[in-house]
T-cell receptor
Framework: NAGVMQNPRHLVRRRGQEARLRCSPM?????VYWYRQLPEEGLKFMVY????????ESGMPKERFSAEFPKEGPSILRIQQVVRGDSAAYFC?????????????FGPGTRLTVL | QQQVKQSPQSLIVQKGGISIINCAYE??????FPWYQQFPGKGPALLIA?????SEKKEGRFTISFNKSAKQFSLHIMDSQPGDSATYFC????????????FGKGTLLTVNP
């Protein structure tokens, strides 16, 4: 059973370009979470999605960031018009349910570098 | 405002020694305190977690000690091994949420052989 997969693992973008990060949850998992880890910082929750629904986006910046988890295919975190401050590691996690006892499994992350 | 303060930033321990990482929180509504282990190039993995109704939880060589009145909790790694070398994050959440976690900044643990 493959773990959570993220691609690309490394992404370089110039200021003003768009970044698209993909996350394929573990088989059987229908809940996806995105986190951002800035250099020298802990992870920060961004958004929680189920298939075709955004459940909680309280951690998402108000502008330029969006996320989706379509019925088919991976979850996508999209960052428009990237700025240097977006440089970070972006982690996706998945779980079978969102109960308090359910473990999240993290992917290896996408390291975004904005030049 | 950082709600979970973690120390030390880095820690070097000899093989067989005890590694201790501390966290302090401010929000008394927190009621779920997990620790995550992250190896280079990998995502974090849940290591052990505690709720405030107990003062200690042990799983193998890993123990969480929890002091509700002091708003502090710590991770103890007994008989530390080189394979334990990783970054450790403490975290906290409200309502037992397993995803809306507030993380500490992490501790880089190095266990020398």
């Amino acid at each position: 059973n493959a773990g959570v997969m993220q691609n690309p693992r490394h992404l370089v973008r110039r200021r003003g370009q768009e970044a698209r990060l993909r996350c394929s949850p573990m088989k059987g998992h229908s809940h996806v979470y995105w986190y951002r880890q800035l250099p020298e910082e802990g992870l920060k929750f961004m958004v929680y999605l189920q298939k075709e629904n955004i459940i909680d986006e309280s951690g998402m910046p108000k502008e330029r960031f969006s996320a989706e988890f379509p019925k088919e295919g991976p979850s996508i975190l999209r960052i428009q018009q990237v700025v240097r401050g977006d440089s970070a590691a972006y982690f996706c996690a998945s779980s079978t349910t969102s109960g308090s006892t359910d473990t999240q499994y993290f992917g290896p992350g996408t390291r975004l570098t904005v030049l | 405002q950082q709600q979970v303060k973690q120390s030390p930033q880095s820690l070097i321990v000899q093989k067989g020694g005890i590694s201790i990482i501390n966290c302090a929180y401010e929000n008394t509504a927190f009621d779920y305190f997990p620790w995550y282990q992250q190896f280079p190039g990998k995502g974090p993995a849940l290591l052990i977690a505690i709720r405030p109704d107990v003062s200690e939880k042990k799983e193998g060589r890993f123990t969480i000690s929890f002091n509700k009145s002091a708003k502090q909790f710590s991770l103890h790694i007994m008989d530390s091994q080189p394979g334990d070398s990783a970054t450790y994050f403490c975290a906290a959440s409200i309502g037992g949420s397993n995803y809306k976690l507030t993380f500490g900044k992490g501790t880089l643990l190095t266990v020398n052989p």
